[in-house]
């Protein structure tokens, strides 16, 4: 977390020198807001890139028989931690690609079922059809997904053909692992980059954003009951939500001194203790996966058990935290927060 601050307020200070410089700037606050986050969003967009160049680079040269976890377990690994920096840097910024880039959201993040309606995707390494960081996934898991995972994905195809995760299996598919899956996401996310270094944001929609990533919390939480999850190969959803939910305190901070100056202080320090609480509920929690979904859990009517459970526990009060309409909740704080400063939050 500290590095993740640390790399943030770099890339605002090298804006603030861009622009001005190297002097003080003294700008209007929804102006000094729109600085902060295009900052943040341009590094964790070179974050993004450069970590699946990485990936890319860490691939098995293609030969006859393909690769695998268990043949090539040094580049396996690297391919691993390479995807795990490319998607925390992702659901950093996730917000605001969505609503700047809907259309390359989908290519880069869409998950398999997003994918079903353009028919059976036959070749998964050639980076056509299903495509992004979770087809990617699909591939370097391809030992360790969960058998419910496959019961899903296998039930979208129901009367069709369907094709199981794996490895490569002969060069042509290392080929295309590299040279067309991972070079397509590297090309998205290059394209995603050159549109946005001219782009004017907006601090409205920027603020919208940061809300929308607390609510997609409890959204997150709830896919894992149906093993619909977003990354649900690598099983390390609750990294997914970490990283959202840093961003979403990065991005928060920006606004911190538009709400001071407008006298909400106390509300903005209220916020940002209720994001660090669900940070610390995070951090207490083992490992990458979310606690596992109780057997029989009905979302409708969960037992006392069930409640009590890790998973059950942490979902209540996720799905309490992003309720607007829920008095004194973090999403209705966050909403009053933006009516404070002139932004209306949907």
């Not at 407008?262 to 929690?285: M, N, S, V």
Request: proline content about 6%.
């Amino acid at each position: 977390m500290l590095r993740l601050r640390k790399t943030a307020l770099a890339a605002i200070a090298l804006w603030y020198l861009a622009v001005g410089g190297g002097r003080a700037i003294d700008l209007p606050p929804a102006q000094r807001v729109t600085l902060d986050v295009k900052a943040y969003v341009a590094s964790e967009m070179d974050a993004l890139e450069r970590a699946a160049r990485e990936l890319q680079a860490a691939a098995p040269p293609p030969d006859a028989d393909g690769w695998s976890a268990a043949a090539d377990p040094v580049a396996v690994r690297r391919m691993r931690e390479s995807w795990g920096r490319m998607r925390a840097a992702y659901e950093h910024i996730e917000a605001a690609i969505t609503v700047l880039f809907p259309e390359t959201d989908v290519a880069i993040d869409a998950r398999y079922e997003g994918f079903a309606e353009a028919g059976v995707d036959r070749e998964p390494f050639d980076g056509h059809g299903v495509t992004g960081m979770h087809a990617i996934e699909r591939v370097l898991w391809a030992d360790e997904i969960p058998a419910a995972v496959r019961a899903f994905e296998a039930s979208l195809r129901e009367g069709s053909v369907y094709v199981p995760a794996a490895f490569p299996s002969d060069a042509r598919e290392a080929a295309g692992f590299r040279d067309g899956l991972v070079q397509r996401m590297i090309d998205d996310v290059a394209a995603m980059r050159r549109e946005f270094r001219p782009l004017a944001l907006d601090p409205a929609a920027a603020y919208r954003g940061v809300v929308a990533s607390m609510r997609e919390q409890s959204e997150k939480i709830d896919l894992a009951a149906t093993a619909e999850e977003e990354s649900r190969y690598a099983q390390r959803t609750l990294a997914d939500m970490r990283a959202n939910l840093e961003g979403g305190v990065v991005i928060f901070g920006c606004f911190r001194p538009w709400l001071h100056a407008e006298g909400h202080a106390a509300l903005a320090d209220t916020i940002d203790g209720r994001l660090r609480r669900i940070q610390a509920r995070y951090a207490a929690l083992p490992g990458d996966a979310l606690p596992a979904v109780p057997e029989g859990w009905n979302p409708d009517a969960p037992t006392p058990g069930h409640l009590a459970s890790p998973y059950g526990a942490l979902r209540a009060e996720l799905l309490a935290e992003s309720d607007p309409d829920r008095e004194g909740s973090l999403a209705a704080l966050m909403v009053r927060a933006g009516q404070a400063i002139g932004v209306e939050v949907r």
